[in-house]
């Protein structure tokens, strides 16, 4: 039973502690620093990437998280979660963890109000379309030559990257926990094997 820690300092960690428990994970929910010893990997879920940014900074967890995903810890970010693995965030220089050789753009499709669902086709990812639940999502604006793309929006024009791999790092701007779908999560425990 593979050991994951859901960073639980603000967000939508419930559902994805609730989605890998489902998948008969070991789930921790990482609210200090000890609460990472023993991990085999670690989720961050959506929020408020400004305020997971600062709390992480505060409770003096955001570098030794970096280490630790920077040593080979497997990594999965959704929403919030993509934009602190992002190396570079436009207009914004908030605390991020950076692991991830992409660039972000916060917000990108508008508003709380602007929020939809859609089905993505995922690679690598059976079964069909996976539906796709975007609030207030960010969007991939530039990817290292290293990133994976696994799916885009408007795949027809090669545009809108909304999620991607980077070895051990997965994100995707778009919240999975939201529905009753774990194949995404099946996906990242997958990656630890």
Known sequence: MARIGVLALQGAFREHAAALRRLGADVREV???KDMEGLEGMVIPGGESTTI?????????LEP??????DGMPVYGSCAGLILLCKEIEGSGQPRLGVLDATVRRNAF?????????????????????????????L???????????ARLDADRGERIVAV?????????FHPELTPDLRLHRYFLDMLA
Do not use: C, N, Y
């Not at 929020?115 to 069909?128: M, P, V, Y």
């Not at 791999?165 to 701007?173: C, F, Y």
């Open 140 to 150: 991939i604006s530039r990817v290292g030559e290293d990133v994976q793309v696994l």
């Open 110 to 138: 508008g508003r709380q109000v602007d929020s939809f669902e859609t089905d993505l086709h995922i690679d690598g990812l059976a079964g069909g379309p996976l539906r796709a639940v975007f609030i207030r999502a960010p």
């Open 65 to 70: 998280l970096r280490r630790r995903i920077l």
């Open 165 to 173: 791999r980077q070895g051990h790092v997965l994100a995707t701007s």
């Open 53 to 61: 940014g600062k709390l992480l900074v505060e409770w003096d967890m």
């Open 31 to 33: 609210r200090q620093l």
